[in-house]
């Protein structure tokens, strides 16, 4: 099992280590090897991927990514900001595919926002197109018109093939699920969006079991925290997808509980917590670690095949919440509280 260990920068570094404790601990034959990203590779290299990153990414089976970014970056030219790095690596491994699950452990029903009896046993897929629609169309950019005005542009656009490729990911996602996908759009303004449906609407010919619905982004955003419960497989585009799962990370209790996985046609996948890097807890020891562990599961699952010890790491994790332990961004009363490296040996020991 040949896996690059990406760390990036703010609490990445502190989250990776908990889900390596993890991932060591199953005693299987690892290869690893780390490697900067983001504001890490440009410290280093002057790039947010060097080129021996992506070589070495691309030589691997699975990439295991903590987070990338932080304030200093922030001014740096956009090819230089760690975020670049991160579009960069995705689409050169052409992972379109983002798998965004946001399941609420029982235990947690307590920690969400929302009224427990909404989110109890939620169980929603997220499908997120990666590598296409407004983060990389072209023409973008920054210019001067002739009356002196500046103006910002960029481009939301999707070929056929894209949104058709990333339908079929949902679909047989939804077939050993409920059988149930809700295609999210702006199909009433946007184009690009009008296209996606109609593509989708001819992809589910191909699967008659499954049953498709579609909902305007608007709607969807603010269904998913009314009654989230009505959604199975949620498809939808890559700007669309980034600000929905940041909302439905709530319904599990926090952001810190959401993995992912980008996979390309092969399986071969980059895993990553949802979130950023949280400059704003950085260095602390206080990061929940869960959303990183979490996404080892399903880089076991789904580029190594390993169903077994995906669950293993699941019920371990299931297993230290019903222990109690929780970082400060889950924490309730009653709860101990405690530290990321803590949490990473308490899901190591329940392992
Ligand atoms: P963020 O997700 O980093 O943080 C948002 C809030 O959630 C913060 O208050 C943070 O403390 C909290 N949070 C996030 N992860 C947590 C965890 N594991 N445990 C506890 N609390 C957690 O989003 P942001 O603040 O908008 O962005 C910060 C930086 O991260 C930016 O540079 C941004 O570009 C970058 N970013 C990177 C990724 C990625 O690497 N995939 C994703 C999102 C944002
Ligand atoms: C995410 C992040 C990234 C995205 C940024 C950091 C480029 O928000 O992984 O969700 O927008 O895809
Ligand atoms: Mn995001």
């Given amino acids: 099992m040949k896996i690059a260990v990406l760390p990036g920068d703010g609490i990445g570094p502190e989250i990776v280590a908990q889900a390596l404790k993890v991932l060591k601990a199953l005693n299987l034959k690892l290869?690893?090897?780390e490697a900067p990203i983001g504001g890490a590779g440009y410290d280093a290299e002057g790039d947010p991927l060097p080129d021996s990153t992506l070589k070495l990414a691309q030589e691997s089976d699975a990439v295991l990514l903590g987070a990338v970014g932080g304030w200093q970056y922030d001014t740096l030219p956009r090819d230089k900001r760690p975020e670049r790095g991160l579009l960069r690596i995705r689409k050169e491994l052409n992972l379109f595919a983002n798998l965004?699950?946001?399941?609420?452990?029982?235990?947690?029903?307590?920690?969400?926002?929302?009224?427990?009896?909404?989110?109890?046993?939620?169980?929603?897929?997220?499908?997120?197109?990666?590598?296409?629609?407004?983060?990389?169309?072209?023409?973008?950019?920054?210019s001067t018109l002739p009356n002196g005005e500046r103006e910002g542009i960029?481009?939301?656009?999707y070929t056929?093939?894209?949104i058709r490729r990333i339908g079929h990911v949902a679909f047989n996602i939804a077939m050993k699920r409920n059988k149930k996908v809700c295609s999210v759009d702006k199909a009433n303004v946007l184009e690009t969006t009008e296209l996606w449906r109609q593509v989708m609407i001819e992809v589910a010919k191909e699967y008659p079991e499954v049953e498709l619905s579609h909902m305007y982004v608007d709607n969807a955003a603010m269904q998913l925290v009314r009654a989230p419960k009505q959604f199975d497989v949620m498809v939808t585009g890559n700007i669309f997808g980034d600000i929905l799962s940041d909302e439905a990370s709530m319904l599990t209790g926090s952001i810190g509980m959401l993995p992912s996985a980008s996979l390309d046609a092969n399986n071969k996948g980059m895993y990553e917590p949802s979130h950023g890097s949280a400059p704003d807890i950085a260095g602390k020891d206080i990061a929940n670690p869960l959303a990183t562990i979490l996404s080892v599961a399903m880089m076991l699952r789904y580029t190594f095949n390993d169903e077994a010890n995906a669950v293993r790491i699941e019920n371990a994790v299931k297993k230290t919440l019903s222990q109690g332990y929780r970082t400060g961004d889950i924490y309730t009363e009653g709860c101990k509280r405690v530290k990321c490296s803590e949490m990473g040996d308490a899901v190591t020991a329940a392992l």
């Fill in 160 to 162: 056929e093939s894209e």
């Fill in 31 to 33: 290869d690893l090897k």
């Fill in 154 to 157: 960029n481009t939301m656009r």
């Fill in 100 to 142: 965004r699950p946001a399941l609420l452990y029982d235990e947690l029903a307590d920690a969400s926002t929302l009224k427990p009896e909404v989110v109890s046993g939620l169980d929603i897929m997220i499908v997120r197109e990666l590598t296409g629609d407004i983060y990389f169309g072209q023409p973008r950019g920054i």
